[in-house]
């Protein structure tokens, strides 16, 4: 029985691998060797209530359906002339460009995603640290406070770090936590980039925050600091390095948060592709 369901599974990714355009994003996802298989596609076994037209809605973005304009130029042949983004003017406009790289939408839409999704963490960790008594669900629209912080701890949510002793030109990170009673400081940074952009941006983030780790060491001087990079991509996505980071982060709770950002993840990039084909029909 094992190997008819595997035979079929083969034959199913044969099938999608050789549809160079509605297979191709599936085909990057099997080929990604750093990426967490199981829990890409977590959410369609577990997230028993995802409404419909969130299902209907992530196929339609894997087999690139979404209306941009070098989809009806290549493959539906109706667009014609320039295919560069309205809003942005540089680049194609491709269904990565729309979910994560358009410079304008990231201003807003993408801001919004990357918030949704940074919160529920933020908020488990706050929890963890007795700054806060209950968390709120995952689809809870309230926004965090800039601080919170007791005798034993504190967490910064978008709050710059005034330097003292280092010049430091990168330094507003997402999350910062200060735990006093485990020494530990932790920097938080978190970023939706497109699924092959991953790893580019953990080192984007590794170079960028350098100066700033050396300056909170001044600072809380016996503190262990550390940075985490959250990289979660447009499509829910994440590397098994970063299941590895959560587990220091929040413990045995990893698995489950992970999951709550990315159900606010994929929802949110579903918004996008809503508010984008309201715009082209």
């Known amino acids: 029985?094992?190997?008819?369901?595997?035979?079929?599974?083969?034959?199913?990714?044969?099938?999608?691998?050789?549809?160079?355009?509605?297979?191709?994003?599936?085909?990057?996802?099997?080929?990604?060797?750093?990426?967490?298989?199981?829990?890409?596609?977590?959410?369609?076994?577990?997230?028993?209530?995802?409404?419909?037209?969130?299902?209907?809605?992530?196929?339609?973005?894997?087999?690139?359906?979404?209306?941009?304009?070098?989809?009806?130029?290549?493959?539906?042949?109706?667009?014609?002339?320039?295919?560069?983004?309205?809003?942005?003017?540089?680049?194609?406009?491709?269904l990565p460009h729309v979910l994560s790289g358009c410079s304008t939408l990231a201003q807003s839409k993408n801001l919004d995603r990357h918030n949704a999704a940074l919160k529920i963490l933020f908020f488990e960790k706050c929890k963890d640290l007795k700054l806060v008594e209950s968390v709120p669900p995952w689809y809870s629209p309230v926004t965090p406070k800039p601080i919170y912080e007791s005798d034993d701890a504190k967490a910064?949510?978008?709050?710059?770090?005034?330097?003292?002793?280092?010049?430091?030109?990168?330094?507003?990170?997402?999350?910062?936590?200060?735990?006093?009673?485990?020494?530990?400081?932790?920097?938080?940074?978190?970023?939706?980039?497109?699924?092959?952009?991953?790893?580019k941006k953990v080192e984007e983030k590794a170079i960028k925050y350098g100066a700033l780790l050396l300056e909170l060491k001044q600072q809380h001087p016996g503190y262990k600091v550390q940075q985490c990079n959250i990289i979660i991509d447009a499509l829910g996505g994440w590397s098994k390095k970063l299941e590895q980071t959560m587990k220091k982060l929040i413990g045995a709770r990893s698995k489950c948060v992970l999951e709550?950002?990315?159900?606010?993840?994929?929802s949110y990039s579903l918004h996008i592709a809503r508010t984008f084909k309201a715009t082209v029909i």
């Open 260 to 266: 709550k950002m990315q159900k606010a993840i994929i």
């Open 156 to 199: 910064f949510w978008d709050v710059p770090v005034y330097a003292e002793h280092t010049y430091v030109k990168a330094n507003r990170v997402d999350v910062r936590f200060v735990d006093h009673k485990a020494k530990q400081v932790w920097v938080v940074e978190m970023s939706c980039p497109w699924i092959e952009n991953r790893e």
């Open 1 to 94: 029985k094992e190997h008819l369901k595997r035979a079929l599974v083969d034959k199913l990714q044969e099938t999608i691998n050789a549809e160079k355009w509605h297979g191709r994003f599936l085909s990057s996802r099997w080929k990604d060797k750093e990426l967490s298989q199981d829990a890409c596609f977590a959410w369609m076994k577990d997230w028993t209530t995802a409404p419909t037209h969130t299902v209907a809605g992530m196929m339609e973005l894997y087999e690139q359906l979404l209306p941009t304009r070098v989809y009806t130029s290549h493959k539906i042949k109706t667009a014609q002339g320039d295919l560069s983004c309205r809003l942005y003017g540089k680049e194609a406009k491709t």
